[in-house]
């Protein structure tokens, strides 16, 4: 066991793991699949050869690895097709409109979002919040908010790798974006004691 | 309801062109639209502004991750950590 098993890959479990695991675990919310993407990702490494080197190169090698590992993930789960929930009508899609097309009073009004990101980057109950409201979407409407908000990866390149219409993804990115939007609300700015802790 | 109001876009169109405007640049004529709607309907333009604050943190926190910012999430459980170890060290041999 103590076998040095190429030079590096100990230290790598150490110094990048638990990066790695968190990287993917907030685009693929599923830990088991985290920990298997971390594992491809190692023993592609060892595969391979790095260009640069130091430390910060090192993650960054790192990173493009399991983003690719991320990205082949993701392709295999779009063979299957889509939920339910994904794209066929939920009750309370437009609940948040009255019949003349008006915001109701209650959606959104009354929580107070901040006016910039500063202070939340830095708080760890909101994250947890996002997660809890990420959560509750069907798996691939999170799966193309994650592409899109998070990896900033352009509509076309989604919709070719996880065989969408232009027009699916805009429909699951509007129900991503407002479900969120209305959870965070609720859950988090609509509390008085925001930000107690 | 003024006259001007029955050219814009309702409240719920509004949302997804607010969406869509995320994802493309979208025709003037409707820019237009959407401005006149924006400068008359708080709850729109507070939508608008939550919106681009959530991909905003996002994308900071992307960035921030890993450079000494707080850890947001527990990391790779030890359990997973030695069976990675063992992993390596067979696909070695």
Not at chain 1, 71 to 83: G, N, S
Request: proline fraction near 5%; aromatic fraction near 8%; hydrophobic fraction near 35%.
């Amino acid at each position: 066991m103590d076998e040095v098993v190429g030079p590096d890959s100990h230290r790598w479990i150490d110094e990048h793991g638990d990066y790695l695991y968190r990287f993917a675990l907030v685009r693929v919310y599923d830990s088991n699949v985290a920990e298997d993407l971390v594992q491809d990702t190692f023993l592609a490494a060892l595969q391979g050869t790095r260009r640069e080197s130091g430390p910060t190169a090192e993650r960054r090698w790192m990173v493009g690895i399991i983003k690719h590992k991320i990205i082949d993930h993701f392709r295999k789960t779009a063979r299957e097709p889509l939920r339910e929930g994904d794209l066929t009508d939920i009750p309370s899609a437009d609940d948040d409109f009255a019949a003349d097309g008006h915001w109701k009073p209650e959606t959104g009004s009354g929580s107070s979002w901040p006016k910039n990101p500063d202070g939340l980057l830095e708080r760890k109950q909101f994250w947890n919040t996002l997660g809890i409201c990420l959560d509750k979407l069907p798996p691939r409407t999170a799966q193309v908010f994650t592409l899109r908000e998070m990896d900033d990866m352009e509509t076309g390149e989604i919709c070719r790798l996880l065989h969408l219409t232009q027009t699916n993804l805009g429909v699951m990115l509007y129900r991503a974006r407002k479900q969120l939007r209305n959870c965070l609300s609720v859950r988090y700015f609509g509390k008085s004691e925001e930000g107690a802790h | 309801m003024s006259w001007v109001a029955r050219f814009l876009p309702t409240c719920q169109e509004m949302s997804h062109l607010l969406s869509d405007a995320l994802d493309r640049r979208l025709p003037w004529h409707i820019r237009a639209r959407m401005f006149a709607h924006l400068r008359m309907c708080v709850l729109c333009e507070q939508y608008r502004h939550q919106l681009a604050l959530l991909r905003r943190l996002l994308r900071l926190k992307d960035d921030s991750h890993g450079t000494g910012g707080q850890a947001p999430q527990p990391g790779l459980p030890d359990e997973a950590k030695e069976r990675i170890r063992r992993a390596l060290h067979s696909s070695h041999s």
